[in-house]
């Protein structure tokens, strides 16, 4: 079992950053693929970020790349998600996921893959 916890959201303008943590429970983090995802009103949820067990690749939608990074640290069990340059339409709830997927999964952009969700954290971003 894994327990998630998001923190770091917030109210921001156009052009600012935010840098959102997820603090997970457990001695087994490091075997879990890492994910960020997002619900901006009237949506449905969607991938934004994720950072396989070994932090070895990353990826990102097309429409953060460039300005949101995701990273982890695996002896402080949390995942990170640095965004800047934000925009209006970033506005959403962020949630950070785990899932035990390898290195190599298919599935990592995919919310369906996730075993575990934090709560949420909202941002944001006004014009």
């Known amino acids: 079992q894994v327990q998630l916890v998001e923190s770091g959201g917030g109210l921001v303008q156009a052009g600012g950053s935010l840098r959102l943590s997820c603090a997970a429970s457990?001695?087994?983090?490091?075997?879990?693929?890492m994910g960020w995802f997002r619900r901006a009103p009237g949506k449905e949820r969607e991938f934004v970020a994720a950072?396989?067990?070994?932090?070895?690749?990353?990826y990102y939608a097309d429409s953060v790349k460039g300005r949101f990074t995701i990273s982890r640290d695996n002896a402080k069990n949390t995942v990170y998600l640095q965004m800047n340059s934000l925009k209006p339409e970033d506005t959403a709830v962020y949630y950070c996921?785990?899932?035990?997927?390898?290195?190599?999964?298919?599935?990592?952009?995919?919310?369906?893959?996730?075993?575990?969700w934090g709560q949420g954290t909202q941002v944001t971003v006004s014009s």
């Open positions: 996921a785990a899932g035990l997927l390898n290195d190599y999964s298919n599935y990592v952009t995919a919310y369906g893959s996730y075993d575990y």
């Open positions: 457990g001695r087994t983090f490091s075997s879990y693929a």
């Open positions: 950072r396989t067990r070994s932090g070895a690749n990353t």
